[in-house]
T-cell receptor
Framework: AQSVTQLGSHVSVSEGALVLLRCNYS??????LFWYVQYPNQGLQLLLK??????LVKGINGFEAEFKKSETSFHLTKPSAHMSDAAEYFC??????????FGKGTTLSVSS | KAGVTQTPRYLIKTRGQQVTLSCSPI?????VSWYQQTPGQGLQFLFE???????NKGNFPGRFSGRQFSNSRSEMNVSTLELGDSALYLC??????????????FGEGSWLTVV
């Protein structure tokens, strides 16, 4: 069965600092991997996804993630945090024929 | 292009009642999935429909059911509501299915409170 582990339920950074949100997955076949962001009282918005090809994926709002098969990881990064990045972030995994499985989420706080 | 639309956005029900939530996918999308989001359990998959057929089902009791219509619109129903059913119910749609890694787009959700 597939699973996703997000390390750290809460991450705090200062404005301008590097953002690193960790995600490790478990899948017996090559996975499709996603990062979503959720702002308060809203649905989920796709930040980026990896299906095949280039392992470094660039998304919206300056975020990027790198698929590392050997480490079964798909960590999300952003070089410089902005106050507007404060939200909850979800990593998710799927593979052909199965549903999207989410991690527990990481709340990102950004202080000035 | 309109996004995934869910109605109603907010509702309050009493224990023992039933509720029906509606979802209109993005035009052209044939796959619709439903998720339950709670603070304790996070995002949990309920079921997925593709061309009116349920393709995947999560680990929820039979009180939770759904269907998809020929125009791809979907409804989910929860019968005999329990306090623990209070949650944000999210609908998502995609062009085909996850076989091709199509992006899955989410609606803003229906907030259900059971009292």
């Amino acid at each position: 069965a597939q699973s996703v582990t997000q390390l750290g339920s809460h991450v705090s950074v200062s404005e301008g600092a590097l953002v690193l949100l960790r995600c490790n997955y478990s899948s017996s076949v090559p996975p499709y991997l996603f990062w979503y962001v959720q702002y308060p009282n809203q649905g989920l918005q796709l930040l980026l996804k990896y299906t095949t090809g280039a392992t470094l994926v660039k998304g919206i709002n300056g975020f990027e993630a790198e698929f590392k098969k050997s480490e079964t990881s798909f960590h999300l990064t952003k070089p410089s945090a902005h106050m507007s990045d404060a939200a909850e972030y979800f990593c998710a995994v799927t593979r052909p024929g199965t549903a999207l499985i989410f991690g527990k989420g990481t709340t990102l706080s950004v202080s000035s | 292009k309109a996004g995934v639309t869910q109605t109603p956005r907010y509702l309050i029900k009493t224990r023992g009642q039933q509720v029906t939530l509606s979802c209109s996918p993005i035009s052209g999308h044939r796959s619709v999935s439903w998720y339950q989001q709670t603070p304790g359990q996070g995002l949990q998959f309920l079921f997925e429909y593709f061309s009116e057929t349920q393709r995947n089902k999560g680990n929820f009791p039979g009180r939770f059911s759904g269907r998809q219509f020929s125009n791809s619109r979907s409804e989910m129903n929860v019968s005999t509501l329990e306090l623990g059913d209070s949650a944000l119910y999210l609908c998502a749609s995609s062009l085909a299915d996850t076989d091709s890694g199509n992006t899955i787009y989410f609606g803003e959700g229906s907030w259900l409170t059971v009292v």
